[in-house]
């Protein structure tokens, strides 16, 4: 995740939006989304943080591909792995959206910009555990 933390470096963000201009970061972000898997992770966790069987589970995938795409789609900042405690003492990761939408666009040079904001659930948790991405939400660059 520190990989793709330097990546959004070059971005600016105004309230729960980060403006993302790198263009590995933004390629990463493009990458995800055309991979009909990694929208089907983001639309079965947009209700609720799910385990990776249950992720496997409700998109019909393989359990490897699973965490495949898990871990492509966390390294790009659209997905959050927590931590299930159970009273057994077998935790488990599970993954929640960080995402509410994105949006690409051209800015004023003809550059390829891309807008990502953050679901309102998560603006603050994301803030605390993603400080190279988010932190700083709310504040101009």
Known sequence: ??????????????ESETVV???DAVQ????AFNDAGCRAILDATSGEALSASEV???CDLPLSTTYRKLDQLTDAGLLEERTRIRRSGKHASEYARLVEDMVISLDECGEMELRVSLREDTEQLSAATLPGVYADAGSRN
């Open 1 to 14: 995740m520190v990989q793709s933390a330097a990546r959004f470096a070059n971005r600016h963000s105004a």
């Open 21 to 23: 201009r790198n263009e």
């Open 28 to 31: 990463d972000l493009l990458d």
């Open 56 to 58: 496997s589970e409700a």
